[in-house]
């Protein structure tokens, strides 16, 4: 397994591309299940998971061309030969159930296996399944699997989450724009995810109208043409190395950066010092007055603070002036940076769903171990500041949700370089 060893070495400076959102991929990659037609995706990232989708629509008959450097994803699912995504490929990656809506509005049935929990907690699907029963279809969970049947198709209905699911809220929007009369979706997530989603199906000839607030209709259509549609930047790899030049000081521009992706999230970066400026091309941000100040952060859905962030901006705590309070509200088990971070120095106290972290001077490198996505990012954001040698092990989980992440901060004068596992 590859490791990163990243050496502190003082303010970056230059600037970053971002890449389309792998959230937003992950949930327009499926939509192609919907339509007979071909739909492209431009601006796609180059990452693992978009790899996973690619082989489990491929595994259901789905055509998947990555074109342009992975840039580019030509798909088309003129006919589908399986309405079964084996758990082999479904444990990988949660997101597959992101094929269960699309495949019973196109087919009137499927077969998908549970996801199983991940390291940040259990992730039931619950919501799914009775968004979609809503809809009329028919729940069967047996040997691991969701068998799912509309016989006579999916009718129009209303949805009332009981929180809100992003990846639920998706589903259903899926499956709605092709569901016979009108489906109401309440308590519906608000993220920019949502929106690029329905913009995508408004292309394919979706009628939806509210996405972005809690409220969404769908006027259900009987087919969707094809349609090509550009993947919406990624505010998760934006914050998170909008945090790189926060954490060591200097000024890094981060190309196709947009305020409106991360309003809360900017907000508590202004309040802890660090200066976010919009230019022509994104989005400037420059900390040059030595440690930041410590401030307090609650992760909510969209428009609030990310969960996806929350990781990140932990290691930015670690070295803040001050205590700060962070609250994980979306995820039962998304501290497990905090035992790595503390292997650093960092002074942290987790109680349940909250961390009380108090500012030190310097963090010192160490090997770490990444354990999720977003907390191998924290460390590494933790060893770009730190002094000495930081050893990330485990980077197969970065992979997943950053692409060229070491280019992109060597690109801005970070001492960092990938160490190929024996
Ligand atoms: C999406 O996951 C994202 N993944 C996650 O990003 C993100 O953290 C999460 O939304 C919250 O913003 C993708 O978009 C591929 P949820 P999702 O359904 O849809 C519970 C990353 O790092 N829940 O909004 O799975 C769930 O357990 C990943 O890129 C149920 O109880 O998240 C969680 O506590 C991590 N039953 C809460 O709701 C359900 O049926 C929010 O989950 C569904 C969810």
Do not use: W
Request: charged share 20%.
């Amino acid at each position: 397994m590859d490791s990163i060893l990243v050496t502190g070495n003082g303010p970056l400076n230059g600037e970053i591309p971002i890449a389309g959102a792998k959230n937003a991929c992950l949930t327009l990659m499926p939509a192609t299940l919907l339509s007979e037609e071909p739909l492209t995706l431009t601006n796609a990232p180059r990452l693992s998971d978009i790899r996973t989708m690619t082989t489990l629509l491929q595994s259901l008959g789905a055509e998947v061309s990555s074109l342009q450097d992975g840039k580019v994803l030509a798909m088309s699912s003129h006919d589908l030969t399986s309405h079964k995504a084996d758990y082999d490929i479904v444990r990988k990656m949660r997101a597959s159930i992101l094929v269960l809506g699309p495949m019973l509005a196109r087919d009137g049935q499927a077969v998908v296996s549970l996801p199983g929990g991940c390291a940040i907690g259990a992730r039931p699907v619950d919501l799914h399944l009775t968004a979609l029963e809503a809809l009329g279809a028919e729940m069967e969970l047996k040997d691991g699997y969701v068998h799912a049947k509309a016989p006579g198709g999916l009718k129009g209905g209303i949805i009332e989450f009981p929180f809100v699911s992003v990846g639920a809220t998706e589903n259903a929007l899926m499956a709605a724009t092709l569901a016979k009369g009108t489906t109401v979706i309440r308590t519906a997530a608000r993220e920019p995810e949502i929106v690029d989603l329905a913009d995508c199906l408004r292309a394919m000839g979706a009628q939806i109208e509210g996405d972005g607030t809690s409220e969404i209709t769908i006027q259900g259509v009987d087919r969707l043409h094809g349609a090509t549609h550009p993947v919406v930047t990624d505010r998760i790899e934006l914050g998170t190395y909008m945090l790189a030049p926060a954490i060591c000081g200097g000024e890094v521009e981060l190309l196709g950066g947009r305020i409106d992706l991360l309003q809360a999230f900017i907000e508590k970066l202004d309040a802890a010092g660090v200066h976010v400026q919009e230019t022509p091309r994104g989005l400037k941000v420059a900390q040059r007055n030595g440690r930041v100040n410590a401030v307090d952060v609650v992760t909510e859905p969209f428009p609030g603070f990310p969960t996806d962030l929350q990781a990140q901006m932990m290691a930015l705590m670690c070295t803040a002036n001050g205590v700060s309070v962070l609250e994980e509200k979306i995820f039962e088990n998304r501290f497990m940076h905090a035992p790595e971070l503390i292997r650093m120095g960092a002074q942290i106290d987790v109680h349940g769903g909250t961390a009380t972290v108090t500012g030190v001077e310097r963090l010192k490198g160490a090997p770490v171990m990444a354990t999720d996505l977003r907390a191998s990012v924290s460390l590494i954001l933790a060893g770009l500041a730190a002094g000495g040698e930081t050893v990330v092990s485990r980077v197969y989980h970065l992979d997943r949700g950053y692409e060229h992440v070491v280019s992109k901060l060597s690109g801005v004068g970070a001492k960092i370089e990938r160490i190929k596992g024996q």
